[in-house]
């Protein structure tokens, strides 16, 4: 067998030197990865803290939104705050919808890295004026152009990919997911510390300071501080595509198209199926179900959480007399920042395990059925007080997101499994503007709920918060009846497991 491998490994050598140009940044990354031993920690290093800059703005502003929106003054009353937080929430989701695709496609024509610089730049100059909103409409307008000008997590998919040798994709695409959670979740905790400084500290932050005019500034100036560092690092980060389309290559020269010149002349492969593959390239994703219907399944899902992580900082927020927990906003900076470094712990030593036991598809229907009574607990949660009341939703929260993390995660596996390693750049695209556009749908509806359920306190059916708790779980119950058949199909694995 060993003899067999070496002898493919210099077949392919010969192969691959032939294909290598002098001027093609491309073509340096594979000559470096051919040579590179080991894990690539310096590329996975880069590709966590450019996803981390992305993710941090996404979800910074819940916890002190409602506080932001009150302070804006449009909302009449106090019930109504929920549904204009939903709109600037949703802003952000609903521009990234509408340029995805665009990026996808600049990404592909002038390289990975043009895209990822101009994302950091992006979040440096609307995040901070983002934080020096003066109004709830330039609120909106710099949460849209946040999301309509970053474009870089599509190709930051495929970038991890492309950066590292083969055996060493899976980690780099288990980066990518791990660090966009961790974002997602430490965001909001670097929003609950940091809003309201002149309040909170006042023997740093004095009254009548910028802090005190502005204070939502100082969480988006940290993020931006952040993405001025990572923007930085960015100058030594390698290209990956290709530029040499003008010769007697295919006119899509890639590294997947190199990968598959090489697979055609490997012992254990037929010329038939080399030609299949070439087939496989021009085939529609769309008629591929199997990846089609966990996409859509991650939609349903995306649209629950981002609903639930906008309603959930709008509830802890609100007043005991309206249904919530009287949070402050370094109550909820605290609750989501224990969740964080539980998810942090679970993805890189729990969830490795629970995988391979399991398989995805049977732990994402175990973490689905489990959650909603979970989630419908939350409202019985609130009439605790105390450290009672501390303690319990601490815990349903770090619960929440273990389970939110896991189903995301199995269904992230799921996709990368139904296509082909040549197609998952496509796919991933698909995926990417299918998820966006759920998730602008998710902030707007989930504000709007809230604040409709805050109005119908004496309700007989479902009372009070009771009702936007349910509608969530309506959400999660169609998710998870849709991870069994016939709607979910699953590529065949050789081991058997889903």
Known sequence: MSSHTSMGEEQRKPLLKRHYYE????????QEKEVAQGVPFRHLFNIWIIVLSTALPISSLFPFLYFMVRDFHIAKREEDIGSYAGYVGSAFMLGRALTSLLWGIVADRYG??????????????????????????????????????NGSLGPMKAY??????????????STVSASWGIGLIIGPALGGYLAQPAEKYPHIFPKGSIWDKFPYFL???????????????CIWLPETLHN????????????????NATSAIDEDKKPQESEGRHLITNENLLLNWPLMSSIIIYCVFSLHDIAYQEVFSLWAVSPRRLGGMSFSTDDVGNVLAISGFSLLIFQLTLYPI??????????????????IPLLQSYPFIAMLSGFTLYLVINIASVLKS??????????????????????????????MTGMSLFKAIGPAGGGAVFSWSQKRLDAAFLPGTNMVFFILNVIEGLGVLMLFRPFLRVKKQSTGRQ
């Not at 001027?23 to 594979?30: E, H, L, T, W, Y």
């Not at 991890?160 to 695409?173: D, K």
Request: charged letters at 15%.
């Open 402 to 431: 273990l389970m939110s993390v896991t189903i995301t995660t199995g269904l992230f596996i799921l996709q990368n499994r139904a296509v082909e390693q040549h197609q998952r750049g496509a796919a991933n695209g698909i995926s």
């Open 160 to 173: 991890a990919t492309e950066v590292v040798r083969e055996e060493y994709q899976a980690i780099g695409l």
């Open 23 to 30: 001027n093609c940044p491309g073509c340096k990354v594979d």
């Open 112 to 149: 990975r890295k043009p895209v990822m610089v101009i994302g950091v730049i992006v979040v440096i100059i609307f995040n901070t004026l983002f934080g020096l909103s003066v109004n709830f409409w330039m609120a909106i307008a710099t949460r849209f152009l946040l999301g309509s000008l």
């Open 219 to 233: 969480p988006s100036l940290c993020i931006s501080v952040l993405a001025c560092g990572v923007l930085i690092a």
């Open 244 to 259: 040499h389309k003008d010769t007697d290559e295919s006119p899509d020269d890639s590294y997947e198209a190199l990968e």
């Open 354 to 371: 629970v995988e391979r036991a399991f398989g995805p598809v049977n732990t994402a229907r175990i973490s689905g059925v489990l959650a």
